[in-house]
């Protein structure tokens, strides 16, 4: 994510009063914890972002809220199910830096790659999914890209992954033959990635 100053450059003075506000809501969350039932003031901020903030710092604000806050397992799945799709994708794209074991980030990006949100995907096939999802996984991942036509550029750790993956490149070969069949045109990024795995098309 971008630097907090960055952050800060996009905002207009109302926007970083507001944030500031926000992050020291989550950072007294993180030292105490609320018990119960009881909503901490930064979720709802949380909620409330993208009316405060301009459309090109509310993903970033959002994930420095979640960061800050130190959020456990139970608080991030709670705030991803419960979220829009907006409040989903922020969750996505920190996961990263939260510190979520396999068994509690894994399901939240499986659901994302089963949606037809395209930004959704995109957010899903970050740097978390490069390093916990399985190879089965992973190269349904890439094919869901393929299908909804985000960018393979969003994929994490591709050139590793798919390199030497024969697998995938018979997933992909498979796929191009049935968009043929089709009369339907390949992906140029379909191309890109069959590449990267070394195997020749034939």
Same mark, same amino acid.
């Given at each position: 994510?971008?630097?907090?100053?960055?952050?800060?450059?996009?905002?207009?003075?109302?926007?970083?009063?507001?944030?500031?506000?926000?992050?020291?809501?989550?950072?007294?969350?993180?030292e105490r914890?609320?018990? =119960?039932?009881?909503?901490?003031?930064?979720?709802?901020?949380?909620?409330?972002?993208?009316?405060h #903030? =301009?459309?090109?710092a509310?993903?970033?604000?959002?994930? #420095?809220?979640?960061r800050?806050?130190?959020?456990?397992? @139970?608080?991030?799945?709670?705030?991803y199910?419960?979220?829009?799709? /907006? *409040?989903?994708?922020? $969750?996505?794209?920190?996961?990263?830096?939260?510190?979520?074991?396999?068994? /509690?980030g894994? @399901?939240?990006?499986?659901?994302?790659?089963?949606?037809?949100?395209?930004? #959704? $995907?995109?957010?899903? $096939?970050?740097?978390?999914?490069? /390093?916990?999802?399985?190879?089965?996984?992973?190269?349904?991942?890439?094919?869901?890209?393929?299908?909804?036509?985000?960018?393979?550029?969003?994929?994490?750790?591709?050139? *590793?992954?798919a390199? =030497?993956?024969?697998?995938?490149?018979?997933?992909? =070969?498979?796929y191009?033959?049935?968009?043929?069949?089709a /009369?339907? @045109? $390949?992906?140029?990024?379909?191309?890109?990635?069959?590449?990267?795995?070394?195997? *020749? *098309?034939?």
């Open positions: 994510m971008i630097p907090r100053a960055e952050l800060d450059a996009r905002l207009g003075g109302a926007a970083r009063a507001w944030l500031d506000e926000a992050l020291a809501e989550a950072a007294h969350t993180a914890p609320v018990t =119960g039932y009881g909503t901490a003031p930064w979720e709802l901020r949380f909620a409330s972002a993208g009316r #903030l =301009g459309a090109d509310v993903d970033e604000a959002r994930v #420095l809220l979640l800050t806050a130190r959020v456990d397992a @139970p608080t991030a799945t709670r705030i199910q419960q979220g829009t799709a /907006a *409040e989903r994708r922020a $969750v996505l794209l920190a996961l990263p830096d939260l510190g979520l074991d396999a068994a /509690a894994v @399901p939240l990006v499986e659901d994302a790659l089963r949606a037809n949100d395209t930004r #959704l $995907v995109a957010a899903a $096939v970050g740097p978390y999914a490069a /390093a916990h999802l399985d190879p089965h996984a992973w190269r349904h991942a890439v094919l869901k890209c393929l299908f909804t036509g985000v960018s393979v550029d969003a994929v994490a750790s591709l050139r *590793e992954r390199h =030497g993956d024969a697998e995938l490149a018979r997933m992909l =070969g498979d191009a033959k049935e968009r043929t069949a /009369a339907r @045109p $390949v992906p140029d990024d379909l191309h890109r990635v069959l590449a990267l795995t070394g195997a *020749e *098309e034939s």
